[in-house]
């Protein structure tokens, strides 16, 4: 049994799932497998029309299988918002077809929401390598200004032919490229996690993830070619992302640190050039910080810290939720969210006496785990240069000033424990930030 094979035996929402070459042909079988004798509905967008939508809707047809007219958004602003998300749930609510998504992250995110409202089950054709939420429970929708995530399961059956993927613009397999490159810091923030005493690790979900991850990473220049073999390495490693997502019911297993730099960027709506960024570009600079604080940790000594000294300095959780206050200037939306998640992870001071000295205890074994974990901040900058990812803050919008800030408030962001949590505890997170963004820093101001 192949990797995929064996996520695939231990997922709850995903029962079906065809990759490779020409794997769309498979479309109608997948279909007429999960809903025998139903209609379909072709959702999709005029890019993704083109790409594989029209195709699909004449496979289906040809299979024997109802097609109803399809529903093509041809809005240029598209984007995974909650207005579009409502015009998908319009166009089913006069139908009782099964949708079949055809496209990348907007659509996929906007079908899979939609059918979970009107308690339908869907399937996705992908389009291009460009994110792992394909296959992970849960959608990404901006509502009301904010990036959300909705409880919703991923399609029922999934479809990923390789040749469309390698086909799309190659700044789609970059950002899926980015975004799976992401998994190798966050693995090593769940590491932290656990040896911190915080959150045991699951380890069919990491070893889903990880196993195989940097054999998928080895060409990014190749991908950005659109070799078709590399952009499926890339392809099921994202998808494989999604089905320990679902596993865990939660994104853990792929998402640390680098991935609140990109929801903090949503929640400040980052746009660049009058477009909004990809989830996977915002992540990739999230990984290159993400990276650096994780070698910034492995030169510290930790055994030498001493717990009695840090839980005399931690302050108390109403002081903290004041420093809330002050960082985002009392914007009530950051002020919300970013209290909850920090109770969510916050401890008094006798707790944070015995995180510090599991950490310690742990401390040889954990530096050895984390530097075999993680690649290299040059390794890492370089491989996103070769696919065509950007490399520096100022190629997706964000001023070395503003990532310093972004970078002074990811403490508060979710309550999902990390190297930055490591930092902040033992009272060296200013250090940090110094070294990176002072005189001879990576990202010097």
């Given amino acids: 049994m192949n990797q995929i094979e064996n996520a695939l035996s231990r997922t709850t929402d995903t029962k079906a799932l065809e ?3 020409g794997a769309v042909k498979k479309t109608p079988l997948i279909f007429n497998r999960l809903f025998p004798g139903d209609k379909a509905l072709v959702i999709a967008d005029t890019n993704t029309w083109k790409a594989a939508g029209n195709l699909v809707q004449s496979l289906l047809e040809s299979g024997g299988i109802t097609v109803e007219s399809p529903f093509i958004i041809s809005d240029p602003n598209l984007y995974a918002e909650w207005s579009y998300m409502e015009a998908v749930e319009n166009a089913l609510k006069v139908s009782d077809a099964v949708p079949v998504a055809v496209g990348s992250g907007v659509i996929n995110d906007l079908t899979k929401l939609a059918s979970f409202r009107l308690g339908r089950r869907y399937v996705c054709v992908g389009t291009a390598a460009s994110m792992d939420g394909y296959t992970a429970y849960g959608a990404s929708i901006t509502f009301k200004g904010n990036k959300r995530t909705f409880d919703c399961p991923a399609p029922l059956g999934f479809v990923m032919d390789s040749s469309i993927a390698a086909a799309a613009p190659y700044k789609m397999s970059a950002s899926g490229y980015a975004d799976l490159i992401a998994k190798i810091p966050a693995g090593a923030d769940w590491i932290i996690a656990e040896c911190a005493g915080i959150e045991k690790i699951n380890s069919f979900a990491f070893d889903v993830v990880q196993k195989g991850l940097k054999n998928a990473l080895s060409d990014p220049a190749a991908i950005r070619a659109g070799d078709e073999a590399e952009v499926e390495k890339l392809a099921e490693g994202l998808l494989l992302s999604g089905f320990a997502m679902q596993a865990c019911q939660n994104s853990r297993p792929a998402s640390g640190i680098e991935h609140q730099f990109s929801h903090l960027w949503d929640m400040e709506h980052l746009t660049f050039g009058g477009k909004s960024v990809s989830h996977g570009f915002k992540v990739g600079i999230g990984t290159l910080v993400s990276t650096a604080f994780l070698e910034l940790l492995l030169e510290e000594d930790i055994p030498a810290v001493n717990e009695d000294s840090c839980a005399e300095k931690w302050k108390s959780f109403e002081d903290t939720q004041k420093d809330i206050v002050d960082a985002f200037n009392g914007d009530a939306e950051f002020v919300e969210r970013c209290t909850a998640e920090t109770r969510n992870k916050y401890t008094d001071a006798e707790g944070l006496r015995k995180q510090i000295a599991l950490l310690k205890s742990n401390w040889p074994h954990l530096k050895e ?48 424990f990390s190297s930055v949590d490591v930092a902040v505890r033992i009272g060296i997170f200013d250090k940090w930030l110094d070294k990176l963004f002072g005189k001879g820093g990576i990202w010097e101001i």
């Fill in 19 to 21: 990759i490779g070459s």
């Fill in 369 to 416: 785990r984390i530097s075999e974990q993680i690649i290299p901040f040059g390794s890492v900058k370089k491989r996103l240069e070769l696919v065509g990812a950007p490399t520096e803050p100022e190629q997706i919008g964000i001023s070395r000033k503003r990532l310093l800030k972004s970078c002074k408030v990811i403490p508060y962001m979710r309550s999902r």
